[in-house]
């Protein structure tokens, strides 16, 4: 299986838009079995659901991505696991321990960890600038 990283140095890129460098993994029998970096520096970003099956990719790890590219990824068999924060080292050793998901940061402290959603949807446990505080009950 090839898994595709778009990357931002050595991290997994925050955004995953034009204008990327990816990180292609082969991976068979639970080890990477090679490397490859893909430029798609001229590349609009709905080239690259295109590009992505040309390079046999089954797997996307990204940062957040657009709900149209993501979408057209996935309407190729691509499966996309978004959300992911940290080392494209770390995410990529997640997923071959079968602990990689959705949403979540890799590589705090040797551990990975969800994000979590608060009850609006939004990711974290700060209230939005202007948000409603619930109303205290009790003494």
């Avoid at 990357?7 to 490859?36: C, H, M, N, W």
């Avoid at 089954?58 to 080392?87: D, M, T």
């Avoid at 050793?93 to 949403?103: N, R, T």
Wanted: hydrophobic content about 40%.
């Amino acid at each position: 299986m090839r898994v595709a990283v778009p990357l931002y140095g050595d991290l997994v890129s925050p955004r995953f838009g034009a204008k990327v460098t990816l990180l292609v993994a082969l991976i068979e029998d639970g080890q990477i079995l090679e490397r490859q970096t893909v430029e798609a520096l001229n590349r609009a970003p709905n080239q690259l659901p295109d590009l992505l099956s040309s390079l046999a990719v089954a797997k996307v790890i990204c940062g957040g991505i657009q709900h149209e590219l993501h979408r057209a990824i996935e309407r190729r068999g691509i499966e996309v696991i978004w959300g992911v924060i940290g080392p494209a080292s770390d995410a990529l050793a997640d997923l071959l321990a079968g602990s990689l998901h959705c949403d979540q940061f890799v590589g705090q402290s040797g551990s990975t960890r969800a994000r979590g959603r608060t009850s609006e949807g939004r990711v974290g446990g700060r209230p939005r600038r202007g948000a409603r505080r619930p109303e205290r009950r009790g003494p």
